[in-house]
């Protein structure tokens, strides 16, 4: 379990902002620019193996600096191991690069979490919105979009 | 109901027993012969479709054949969930209907959006087109959906010679 972490510091010391561990769970925030890298890195190392990008999402955190954090979720099937990563993304410059290169899977979530949060995966194929619809103005899972929101596909109320 | 919007027979005869009576009679041919279109997306139509079979049975009350054409039908059931992507059409099929019309909202997701009060459904189609009964429940019991009915018929029975023409859903004039 610490193997993980105790790896990613160890060759990556300058872009691991934090570790912590928790009953078994292991994550790590890392910096934004350097996650191709570093996923890479634990799809790759041989102690390691992590080849199962489970999840990819991101989280909101309203008034906090940076705003959003998108959120990777590795398992490693050889090893049956877990790992988090986390990744800070400032709404100024509200970019990350995108995994599709390693995994093509992420492609969806991306588009996923681009439709709803509007954070631009750079590199990514096809980066448009997926579940919701063309005409939709707005990123509706950020906190600050209201929840009664009239779009312009549905008019003004009568 | 119908203020200052009195057609020119009703100018000449005013209110008198003849007109009376022949409302009596026209309301009381449509009530009784609804020509449903039941406009159905989500888990609604299941128990829209328990009403329409023979336990409890909509061929009574005259509203037994449901015609799939808006040009067809006088009385556009919504049934289930109207989602964003949905509402145009849904405004378009009213549009389409010809007068006389009425709007049944099946169900609390056509009558207010149900429990999915977010981003991507229509808070109650009433936002969009005049609705006549709402009948809520999740799903309504087939009893509920004949009350509505009923107390639909009872609306029409007191309706005047001049309510109809009424125009169409103001949301399909905005320009896209």
């Not at chain 1, 954090?69 to 800070?88: D, G, M, Q, T, W």
């Not at chain 1, 599709?100 to 681009?114: K, N, P, Q």
């Not at chain 1, 954070?119 to 509706?140: A, D, Q």
């Not at chain 2, 026209?26 to 020509?35: A, E, L, P």
Request: one cysteine or more; proline letters at 6%.
């Amino acid at each position: 379990m610490n193997v993980t972490l105790k790896k990613l510091k160890d060759s990556f010391p300058d872009s691991i902002i934090d570790t912590h561990s928790f009953r078994g769970d292991d994550t790590a925030i890392v910096k934004k620019e350097h996650i191709v890298k570093i996923c890479e890195f634990l799809r790759d190392d041989d102690d390691l193996l992590y080849n199962f990008m489970m999840d990819l999402t991101a989280v909101d955190y309203l008034g906090r600096e940076p705003r959003f954090e998108v959120v990777y979720h590795f398992y490693s099937l050889k090893h049956n191991r877990r790992v988090r990563i986390k990744a800070p993304v400032p709404e100024s410059n509200c970019t990350i690069d995108s995994i599709v290169s390693l995994w093509i899977g992420a492609d969806w979530f991306e588009r996923e979490v681009y439709d709803l949060y509007g954070i631009v995966f750079k590199g990514h194929p096809n980066l448009k919105r997926i579940l919701l619809y063309e005409g939709f103005e707005g990123h509706p899972l950020r906190k600050d979009y209201p929840v009664k929101e009239r779009q312009p596909l549905i008019g003004p109320k009568n | 109901m119908s203020a200052g919007q009195e057609e020119g027979i009703e100018k000449v005869l005013g209110n008198s027993v003849l007109l009376t009576q022949l409302d009596a009679i026209v309301d009381w041919g449509r009530k009784y012969s609804f020509f449903l279109y039941p406009f159905v997306t989500a888990c609604c139509g299941m128990e829209f479709m328990s009403v329409a079979g023979p336990r409890y049975d909509l061929d009574r009350f005259g509203a037994a054949l449901p015609r799939f054409s808006p040009r067809q039908a006088d009385l556009l059931m919504v049934v289930g969930t109207i989602s964003h992507k949905q509402a145009p059409i849904l405004v378009k099929v009213y549009n389409q209907m010809t007068e006389p019309k009425w709007v049944f909202s099946f169900g609390v997701c056509a009558t207010s959006g149900g429990f999915y009060d977010n981003y991507a459904t229509v808070q109650g189609i009433d936002t969009l087109i005049p609705v006549d009964v709402y009948v809520p429940g999740c799903p309504p019991r087939p009893e509920m959906v004949i009350d509505g009915l009923l107390k639909l018929q009872e609306k029409v029975a007191k309706e005047k010679w001049s309510d109809w023409p009424r125009g169409e859903a103001l949301v399909s004039k905005k320009g896209r």
